[in-house]
């Protein structure tokens, strides 16, 4: 990730070792769970609907920014650039595009507003573009070269900052970062609030046959509140190691760079996990998975078809419910 290649200044060999092996570690399971959504997109008509194509850009910029992390020097010149720059661009291209996915809810349930897919093209220019501008000025006052190097092997591939460019590193991808997760917390909360408010007035004016809708309606509400958390949760060592290096350069503290680089390499990964493996897309792998020979089948795990089942049986039931409204 970006934040790799400034955490490996005055540390050993053998902590750069570490640090390299939890970063490549890291960043392929970010790249197999954000390529599984990004597959899953491309596979299933179903599932191209403007909400989840959004959810498909962050796991495209997320299995690109993996991606280029894991590559490190591929060698000197225009490809060293093009790594270094490559990773930062679609770090920041990740989390700004989790900002338009709590935009777009937040429109939807607080505003009432149906026009959401007009605002496609302005989402790409917003993310694209503050992406492109932010990884031109990351290059100000840095001094271009291979960080991290163990031995004759360069770690990662990016620039050796001076306090100007730790300054400007933090202004172009820290700054923007937190006021993502700021944005994504006050919008959620917005959004939970109102449907909380909504939810008990349902349950105080239904009958015991809709409370199960209502149940799915809370979990929807507590897996929305988890949204804001992943960005913290992968960014608070970053942010802190930055901090510190900023005010000591001299100093490393170890244990804190492999979380700061751990953790945010696990972006990609906690994301898929979060905003693409929602019902849309169980049901659609169930589905496939009820077209396999019960030869094949029967090798799979029980709890696996018993979900399986459970999904028919609950699109038997809206079919059964709309026959009702029918009749």
Not at 28 to 41: H, R
Not at 120 to 148: A, D
Not at 168 to 183: M, N
Not at 211 to 234: C, E, F, H, V
Request: hydrophobic share 45%.
């Amino acid at each position: 990730m970006a934040t790799v290649q400034v955490v490996l200044g005055n540390l050993s060999a053998e902590e750069r070792h570490v640090l390299t092996a939890v970063n490549t570690g890291a960043s392929t399971l970010s790249l197999l769970g954000s390529g599984f959504i990004v597959l899953c997109y491309l596979c299933f008509k179903e599932l191209r609907k403007f909400s989840f194509k959004l959810v498909f850009f962050l796991a495209l910029s997320d299995m690109l920014c993996s991606f280029f992390s894991i590559v490190g020097d591929p060698s000197k010149g225009f490809f060293c650039y093009a790594q270094g720059y490559s990773t930062h661009f679609f770090c920041v291209a990740s989390f700004l595009w989790t900002t338009t996915i709590a935009f777009t809810l937040h429109r939807t349930v607080v505003r009432h507003k149906a026009d959401v897919e007009d605002f496609e093209p302005m989402f790409h220019l917003y993310v694209w573009g503050t992406s492109l501008v932010m990884t031109v000025l990351r290059s100000i006052g840095n001094e271009h070269g291979h960080v991290g190097h163990i031995g004759r092997v360069a770690a990662w591939c990016w620039t050796e900052t001076g306090r100007t460019g730790k300054a400007v590193h933090f202004f172009t991808f820290y700054a923007p970062l937190w006021g993502a997760i700021l944005f994504n917390g006050i919008t959620y909360f917005q959004v939970i609030r109102m449907l909380n408010n909504a939810t008990r007035m349902a349950v105080g004016m239904s009958d015991r046959g809709s409370q199960s809708d209502t149940r799915a309606d809370m979990k929807a509400l507590n897996r929305w509140g988890y949204y804001p958390l992943i960005l913290i949760g992968s960014w608070s060592f970053g942010t802190v190691n930055r901090i510190h290096d900023f005010i000591e350069p001299g100093h490393k503290i170890f244990w804190l760079s492999v979380f700061d680089v751990g953790m945010a390499a696990l972006m990609g990964l906690f994301n898929s996990i979060a905003y693409g493996l929602n019902s849309s897309v169980r049901r659609a792998i169930y589905e496939r998975l009820d077209l396999l020979p019960e030869s094949i089948r029967r090798w799979f795990p029980k709890k696996l078809k018993s979900r399986s089942q459970q999904q028919q049986h609950e699109s038997e039931l809206v079919s059964l419910r709309i026959e009702d409204q029918h009749q």
